[in-house]
């Protein structure tokens, strides 16, 4: 007995889109990229190993040079600046008679509202107020000693250390007490304060309550008696006039602030002030910084391009061995796009993982060196992520020819000479 199952015919049009069915390739999603290409590495790892670990002594080599001239930069610029690249000292001038000018009293308050001016501080010149270490001292010998009324934020100012005792404070300022520069102290035979260590300052005692480490942005202050401002007008008849006026700028408005400085301290009469010139040192730092940046640039640029030959290298010689894989896969229905996709994903993840190598191996120097040297140990973060980020363009530029080369490979010619 024999039955017959109808069945719907099949048209032409059927026919064309099944094997169009059959056929599509499966979709890598990003992951199943990943595995693949970590797959392929781990076939030959001591090759990857060492093709990686070029890549990582490129990636360190720049790092570490850029982090050591960084910091090297960086404790130039700390020593630049204990050298007073943004001290700036404004004082009167003459007037047009030829007589000394006088700053005003709010020059100070004037110049604070300068913004890029960052600290203010003043002396005021007592000219009548000789230094004597006792009234048994002929008043000729004045020792060539100068005394001077001092605000309280002095030191901070033009970097001065105290060497013993203390700086004047809130309770001595108004009182008779006076702190010494380096070469004053020494002048008249005082090595440290104590409640006896007393002086003639304008016919006044004053208490010695701390002597000064010498200051080199400063060196007047070297040979001064400095007292506080309120106990200068109330015991030896201070006007109350500035006569220097020391400010500290933020470095890259050194020279507008200097523009600014005359006519914000004293707008009735600019051309009576004088202004000192930014410092040489900022100009040598400025030049360090450029030299620094053309250094670094330049070896960047050669540390890359060893490992950009590395990897081009490593992904060359990976297709030529593997051709029976790439055979074995295209027969299996993978696309040409898929192989070029595979092997330009080695390509990157041997970079990056390279240039994470690398990155860290070059901060770890870095630090080490620093450290041996007693620097501040910096490494720029846009070395890190640039290191990083360019090993993986690097590495995509590198592996592009050896991927492209990989999809041509013919699935027939490869299993035969595989």
Known sequence: MTSTVDRAPVTPADRDRLPAARLRPARLRPADVVRVAGAGLRTRPLRVVLSALGIAIG???????VGISASSRAELDRALAALGTNLLTVSPGQNLFGGDAVLPRESEAMIERIGPVTDVSAVGHLPDANVYRSDRIPAGQTGGLRTYAARLDLLETVGATVHSGTWLNEATHRYPAVVLGAK???RLGIRAPHPDAQILVGGVLFTVVGILDPVPLAPEL???????????????????HPTTVYTRSVDSFVEAVRAVLAPTANPAAPNEVTVSRPSDALAAQRAAGSAFTGLLVGLGAVALLVGGVGVANTMVISVLERRSEIGLRRSLGATRGQIRLQFLAESLLLSTLGGLAGVGAGAV???????YQGWPATVPTWVA??????????GALAGLYPAVRAARVSPTEALATG
């Not at 990636?59 to 040079?65: H, L």
């Not at 120097?365 to 450290?371: D, I, K, L, N, R």
């Not at 992520?385 to 690097?394: F, H, K, P, Q, R």
């Open 385 to 394: 992520a640039g290191g990083v980020g360019a090993t993986m363009l690097i």
């Open 59 to 65: 990636i360190a080599a720049m790092v570490a040079v």
């Open 222 to 240: 070297d040979y001064a008696a400095l007292i506080g401002w309120p106990a200068a007008e109330t015991y030896l008849d201070f006007d109350g």
């Open 365 to 371: 120097v870095t630090a080490a060196y620093a450290a």
């Open 184 to 186: 004053a102290a020494q």
